[in-house]
């Protein structure tokens, strides 16, 4: 496959479909892989599906969008299954080079939307892992903070965001990670910060394209827990502060992490964590997502939440802060690992778009709060209840 | 580019090494220290061109950040620092050892510190109490084996690289809202970058930043980079940069994994973001783009193109944000405009809040002086400058003017949340802006962008305003009038002084500017010709009728000795209109008084600092301080609940009301005042219902008024005001029977009527008999008055419920009749008229105290002299002044604009509905019984 080759190389695919002038302003691409796009090109193949996999394009993936550039530089928004459009994998596949890699590819839509309360939030419209559709594991709303998107080092992801806010035509929406690889055109910004290009989506009725596409590459090292952010909406900054905020969480190629049992540390395995929580600590309420690591369903727990957990099990917290506020998480009663040390800790300093990710046993039930002084008061505390026995 | 070799220590480097070689070798068996070196490191500060300071070694250029000076940890450092500032600055190096000196060299002086890396890491030396102005500059203490931080290879491997195999090194403060960088060269060359730099790489680079920062914390993110958390084998992509002082030293391999790219680095706090703070780190192809690949570009600098010197560089001036009465934004450079625009020469231009740029410069904010949160906000700018596709050349697609948070373009500057720390905004359209603060809109900060090849300074043809109208000609009237208030609100000297009373003589900058349609006028003479000057002013006159008890006024701006801080309360005795004492509390340094309440018996006043975090509790009968509470940022007002005598404070800088049980020591509760995940609301003036269970607060951030259930915390009613965005509304009165509610919408010179469900009943347009083009007044509503209300701010409805009293800046008092929400009067006021609040007079009827910012008296306003239900003979009953004299009480010794800074108003005992039904006896018995039964 092109992504492996490229991951080979030490570069990934990038998103967007490019011109032979814009591949000539950024020559990190190996000749290689220009020449590919080039041949990609001339037979009017998106850049993207020609690394797409057999399973996906197979099915047609009619919801697959594609952005094409054409020559004035404006852009076409063309479904795949248009049949023009669709490179034939096995042609592709066979001008490629082989390569053995572990890691899952993962095919997802996304789109922004707008909130009754006025807030933005994404939503999860398609998920497939190597070709099985795992959508069915988010909820069919909007959330906030958006869907959490677990991945494995190794893997692959090609992305794709679609703007529903159809009351601002002119605003794009985008998706900026943090962690993982990808190349500039996969940044998910304007181009007045990353001088290439607008690297999002506007809505139906708006003015430029309806889609953009990211490829991410979860290279080993980018294990970690990572926030994804707009970074379009209304100026450069984005309107991550509005509700367009979710979750990566990148588990370790070698499927165990680092654990507290209260006073001791341990390994343990991923597959022994019982349950995921994502906290996001924004401006005024910790906003909640809890997925089953069993049947991988993600629950969106809404602010301040109530966390429940069975005594004995191991939980896994992913805090990530949002907005303005220098934060301090305390839950209480506990100690979990410093990340990337030894060291426990009962109290971690947390500043917007830092995250801070620990697995502990859950002993007894406690309260979160995040001890700023103003936001403390304005109700930026929850519950952690574990129960015991059988239910 | 000014360029300087870095401080690579002293000659003896090579043999300190392998001194550290064998002691290495020795695994710390034996005393290493005795091999450890010794460096010397000679500052100077200097006052760099636009006011700011900056250090230099030796003959060097001074910088910001100052010269970075590598060491090895064991080493020694002494350190002597010159004082050539005006300003006494210290000098700390919080986390290295520091023997010597202790105090600030004074101006001119040198004095010797000596320091011990005792630790790896980068260390900020800096200027104490200047540091935020641009002394500062970092240490950085390698490890003994020469060894740089590890750094994560595109396949995640941890790759160890020796600081002698770096490619560069970048040294980014964080400061306010601002990055100062500099780039040190694989050959130790130290490269000033100014403000958020370019940072250029070519691709697989080894690069090493070192991120400091001094003041409000931060995060900082760089775009598509990991790298290791010191100590740990934690990756990470974004680092906490702690309160005060902190820094953090990483090194990337450029674009591993990634490739080549313009990958932005920023702070993520995002009120920082939407104040300019951000830049790129450039990785380039190693080919294709010739020598210029991996070339770091400057940003905006001090030395750089600022009126009047000339550069081909981009300049940079800087205002600091202040709690100092008139000088809320005060440029670095003070008055140095003096002199420098051509016909000033030995003339006072009046105000240290204006600053002249070319095209191209930048302006940059710090919040070096305050003690609590602001917004650096555009008011008015040119209308040109909204336009991206002016702006950027990057056409909108519809080819309308975007008018929301300034996609692409620079202006409207804004920010979302209020915060600490400053900003940066790079200007590029000739013309005039004038920036504010949301929270405190009286802050002003303005700048010329004046294109050096036309005449006269230029203004421009047309502004936008926040308040949503656009293209407003140069020359109207309602653009002169609001540089007029300009110039008054920032030049303490402009203010109007009636002890003893004296001409009101106003000062303007006496300099051509160029104006609509291209015409060149002396703005002074403009302003002269247009407003008059020299009005004689009156001696204050008191009512012939007294009031009952007494009325509290907080003099916001009058000076004492004993503090920093400005403000006093000055409280009078309204039996005979003399001032009992003056209070200004300087064993906490009360900062900014702006609003009072009593507590049910009259005993306590609750006592809010604006520019400050608390609220301060005081007994009333002596002045004494009872209790200095946190609250939350820039609390505005404070009242109680009438049922169970519950203090609620507004957080005007955040996003809640402050809620302290009767009784209490402290805050219990913040209420929210917008859902979660909302934009914060930033409420200021609220009133609460008779009934106690509802708080209605005007919320400045979101134009609107929000109603919520102080029991439930619900958020009941969120009601718009203003047609358009940018009313501001500022203040909330109520009716007697809480049927209705008034809101004054400064931005929009309008009153909005809501009732008690939330339902906007009716807007009061304050300046129907105005035009704003020539000025005129005159009926044009046909309501029979001549009347003209701009930014109106504090409104209380009479507590018999028959009359708004409305403080506008025009200035006037408007009073608006309350069974026709219509304006019934207009009578005069003092520059910056702001405060009003009811009082009740001796025999029956009620006083309104209205209180001017930029005079030293009291208007008090009789709406119904003869008490029949008809206010039309509304009239001003008396003045009073302001000015203590040597037998006034005080706490501390009066020491500068006395009398000045009329916010805040209180009369004791507090005569509105249901509150006045709690009066204690001792006070009931004084009232009328109408005075004690106003309403239902």
């Given at each position: 496959m092109?992504?492996?080759?490229l991951h080979?190389?030490?570069?990934i695919?990038h998103a ?8 000539s302003?950024?020559?990190m691409l190996?000749?290689v892989?220009?020449?590919l796009?080039?041949v990609?090109?001339?037979l009017?193949?998106?850049a993207e ?13 009619s919801?697959q969008?594609?952005?094409?550039a ?15 459009t669709i490179?034939t ?10 390569q053995q890699?572990a890691?899952?590819?993962h095919?997802i839509?996304?789109?922004?939307e ?17 070709g ?10 909007a ?5 959490t ?11 794709t ?5 159809n009351?601002?035509?002119?605003q ?11 190349t ?13 290009e ?10 430029g394209g ?8 979860v ?13 379009n909406?209304?100026t450069h ?10 979750t990566?969480?990148?588990n370790?190629?070698?499927g165990?992490?680092?654990?507290s049992?209260?006073s ?5 395995s991923?597959?022994?964590i019982r ?22 369903r993600q629950?969106?727990?809404g ?5 429940t ?8 917290f ?6 303005t506020?220098l934060?301090r998480?305390r839950?209480?009663?506990y ?5 990337g040390?030894t ?37 930026m ?11 | ?10 000659r ?24 450890a070196a010794t460096?010397?490191l000679?500052?100077t500060?200097?006052i760099?061109?636009?006011g700011q ?15 970075t000076?590598f ?7 002494q350190?002597?620092?010159t ?10 190096v ?7 000196a202790?105090?600030?060299?004074p101006?001119?002086?040198t ?5 011990t890396?005792?630790k ?5 030396y ?6 935020l102005?641009?002394l ?14 590890r ?14 195999q ?10 306010g ?21 370019i ?9 090493r ?5 001094l003041?409000?914390?931060h ?9 290791l958390?010191?100590?740990t ?18 090194t990337v391999?450029?674009?591993t ?5 313009s ?32 070339l ?11 009126f ?13 944000i ?9 440029s ?6 003096i002199?420098a625009i ?18 191209g410069?930048?302006?940059n ?13 555009s ?28 996609h692409?373009a620079?202006m409207?500057?804004?920010q ?28 002003f900060?303005a700048v010329?962008?004046d294109?050096?090849a ?12 926040a ?5 407003l ?7 002169t009038?609001l540089?007029?208030?300009f ?11 009636y002890?003893?009373p004296t001409p009101?003589?106003l ?7 160029r ?9 002074s ?7 008059g ?12 009728t007294p009031?009952?008890g ?13 503090k ?6 000055t ?12 209070i200004?509390l300087p064993q906490?340094n009360?900062?900014?008084p ?5 507590n049910r018996?009259?005993?306590?006043v ?11 509790l ?15 940022e ?18 005007n ?10 009784g209490?020591?402290?805050v ?10 909302q934009?914060?609301?930033n409420p ?5 219902s008779?009934?106690?269970?509802r ?6 951030f ?14 009941l009613e ?8 940018g ?15 008034y ?5 929009h ?7 008690g469900?939330g339902?906007l009943?009716k807007t ?7 035009n ?9 509503d046909?309501?029979?008055e001549?009347?003209a ?7 209380p ?20 009749d309350?069974k ?18 009811f009082?009740?007079?001796k025999g029956?009827g009620?006083?309104?105290?209205v209180t001017?910012?930029?005079s ?10 003869n ?7 509304a009239r ?7 000015v203590?004299?040597?037998g ?5 010794p009066v ?13 004791i ?27 239902p």
């Open positions: 092109k992504s492996k080759y080979a190389t030490g570069d695919g967007r479909h490019a011109s032979p002038m814009r591949q302003r950024h020559s190996k000749p892989i220009v020449l796009l080039s990609g090109m001339l009017g193949v998106p599906s020609i690394g797409s996999d057999t399973a996906a394009s197979g099915k047609g993936e919801l969008p594609l952005v094409k054409k020559t004035d530089g404006r852009k076409e928004v063309i479904r795949a299954d248009d049949k023009k490179s994998p096995a042609a592709t596949a066979k001008s490629q080079p082989a890699s890691g899952s590819r095919i839509e996304m789109a922004g707008e909130t009754e309360d006025g807030l933005l939030a994404y939503r999860m419209v398609s998920h497939r892992i190597d099985v559709d795992v959508t069915s594991r988010y909820s069919p709303q959330t906030i903070p958006g869907p998107i677990v991945l494995t080092e190794g893997d692959k992801v090609r992305l965001i679609r703007n529903a806010v009351t601002r035509p002119e794009q929406i985008s998706v900026h990670v943090h962690g993982v690889h990808y500039i055109l996969s940044d998910g910004t304007l181009k007045i910060i990353n001088r290439v607008d690297e999002g989506a506007h809505p139906q009725h708006g003015t309806r889609f953009y596409t990211y490829l991410w590459d290279a080993p090292g980018t294990a970690g827990t990572w926030p994804y952010h707009d970074h909406f209304e900054n984005g309107s991550e502060d509005r509700g367009l905020f979710g990566v969480i990148v370790p190629a070698s165990a992490v680092a654990a049992n209260g001791s540390a341990s390994s343990v991923i597959q022994d349950k995921d929580y994502v906290l996001y600590l924004a401006d005024d309420a910790f906003w909640g997502m809890e997925i089953d690591s069993a049947t991988k629950t969106p727990l602010v301040n939440p109530a966390l957990a069975g005594g004995g099990e191991y939980v896994r992913h805090l990530i802060a949002m907005g506020y934060n998480f839950l209480e009663g100690r979990w690992l410093e990340p040390t060291q426990l800790i009962q109290a971690k300093n947390i500043g917007p778009l830092e995250n801070h990710a620990f697995t502990i046993k859950a002993l007894n039930s406690a309260s979160y709060v995040n001890e700023n002084f103003s936001r403390r008061l304005m109700g505390r929850g519950s952690f209840n574990v129960t015991h026995g059988t239910p | 580019m000014n360029k300087h070799q870095h401080l690579s220590g002293p003896a480097v090579a043999m300190a090494g392998i001194a550290r070689l064998l002691c290495a070798m020795a695994l710390l068996l034996t005393p290493c220290a005795i091999w460096h010397t000679a500052l500060a200097e760099l061109p636009n300071y900056g250090y230099k070694r030796g003959d060097g250029q001074a910088v910001i950040p100052g010269p000076l060491v090895r940890q064991g080493d020694t450092i350190v002597t620092v004082n050539n500032t005006d300003k006494p600055a210290g000098f700390r919080p986390g290295l050892a520091t023997h010597g202790t105090q600030a060299p101006h001119g002086g004095l010797s510190y000596s320091l890396a005792g790896t890491g980068a260390y900020p800096y200027g104490e109490g200047q540091e102005l641009g500062f500059g970092a240490i950085v203490v390698d490890r003994p084996d020469g060894k740089a931080e750094f994560v290879d595109g396949d995640g491997a941890l790759k160890s690289v020796d600081v002698q770096l490619d560069k090194q970048y040294v980014l403060f964080m400061v809202s601002t990055f100062w960088g500099s780039e040190i060269s694989r050959s130790g060359t130290e490269t000033p970058l100014w403000t958020n730099p940072l250029g790489a070519v691709k697989d680079d080894v690069v930043f070192h991120i400091l920062s003041g409000p914390g995060t900082f993110h760089l775009h598509a980079h990991r790298w958390e010191p100590g084998n934690s990756i990470i992509d974004t680092r906490l940069m702690n309160d005060v002082a902190d820094s953090h030293t990483f391999k450029a674009g994994g990634v490739g080549a790219g990958w932005q680095y920023h702070c993520h706090l995002f009120s920082h973001m939407e104040a300019g703070m951000h830049g790129n780190f450039r990785v380039d192809a190693p080919s294709g783009q010739g020598d210029q690949a991996g770091s570009i400057a940003g905006a600098s001090p030395y750089g193109a600022i009047p010197n000339s550069s081909t560089e981009p300049g940079l001036v800087t205002f600091v202040s709690d100092e009465p008139g000088s809320w934004f005060r670095a450079r003070g008055d140095a405009l002199g051509p016909g000033t020469e030995g003339r006072r231009i009046s105000t240290r809040s204006l600053e002249v740029i070319p095209p410069s930048s302006v904010f710090i919040m070096a002086d305050t003690r609590t949160v602001h917004t650096m906000t008011l008015i700018w040119p209308s040109e400058a909204d336009d991206p596709a002016k702006e950027t050349g990057h056409a909108h697609p519809d080819g309308k003017k975007p008018r929301s948070r300034g692409l620079s409207p500057f804004d979302s949340r209020a915060y600490k720390g400053g900003g940066i905004v790079k200007l590029t359209t000739p013309g005039l802006y004038v920036f504010t603060c949301k929270v405190h809109p009286y802050m900060g010329i962008v294109d050096p036309t005449d006269g300074l230029d203004l421009g043809e047309a502004i936008d305003l308040t949503g109208i656009t293209d000609p140069t020359s109207s009237d309602l653009a009038r540089l007029r208030t110039f008054i609100a920032t030049s303490p000297g402009n203010w109007q002084n002890q003893p009101w003589t000062t303007y900058p006496s300099v051509p500017v104006i609509t349609g291209g015409a060149v006028a002396d703005l003479d403009v302003l002269v010709a247009r407003y000057n020299h009005q004689v002013l009156t001696a204050p006159v008191p009512p012939a009031g009952v007494e009325v509290w006024v907080n003099t916001q701006f009058e000076k004492t000795a004993g920093t801080k400005p403000g006093t309360i409280a009078i005795d309204t039996a005979n209109w003399s001032i009992i004492r003056k200004s906490i009360m900062n900014n702006h609003n009072m309440w009593t018996d009259q005993s306590v609750y006592q809010t600092q604006w520019f400050d975090n608390k609220l301060t005081i007994n009333r009968s002596n002045g004494a301080l009872i209790r200095n509470i946190q609250v939350g820039a609390p505005a007002h404070v009242m109680t609940r009438p049922d169970t005598d519950d203090i609620t404070v507004t957080n800088g955040e996003d809640g009301i402050s809620f302290i049980p009767a209490g020591t402290e219990s509760k913040m209420i929210p005042t917008q859902k979660p995940g934009l914060a609301a200021h003036g609220h009133w609460i008779a009934d106690g269970t708080v209605v607060t005007p919320n400045i979101t134009n609107d008024v929000g109603f919520y259930d102080l029991d439930s915390e619900a958020v969120r009601t718009p005001t203003g047609t358009v965005p009313a501001h509304p500022i203040a909330i009165a109520m009716m007697p029977d809480s049927s209705k509610y809101a004054a919408n400064l931005l010179h309008s009153v909005s009527v809501v009732d469900d339902t009943l009061i347009n304050l300046i129907a008999d105005y704003p083009i020539d000025g005129t007044i005159v009926d044009r046909g309501n029979g001549a009347t209300g701009m930014l109106p701010i504090q409104l409805v009479s507590p018999d419920g028959r009359a708004v009293v409305v403080a506008t800046m025009t200035p006037s008092i408007i009073v608006i309350t026709t929400d219509t304006v019934a009067k207009m009578l005069p006021c003092d520059p910056g008229c702001h405060g009003a609040n009082g009740a007079k029956g009620y006083y309104a105290y001017s910012k930029f030293n008296e009291l208007i008090v306003v009789d709406v119904d002299p008490n029949d239900g008809n206010i039309s003979d001003i009953a008396g003045r009073v002044s302001l203590g004299n040597g006034t009480p005080v706490d501390d020491s500068g604009l006395p009398g000045y800074g009329g916010q805040g108003v209180l009369g005992p507090n005569v509105y509905n249901s509150w006045v039904k709690h009066l204690p006896d001792s006070w009931k018995s004084q009232l009328t019984a109408e005075q004690r039964n106003p309403g």
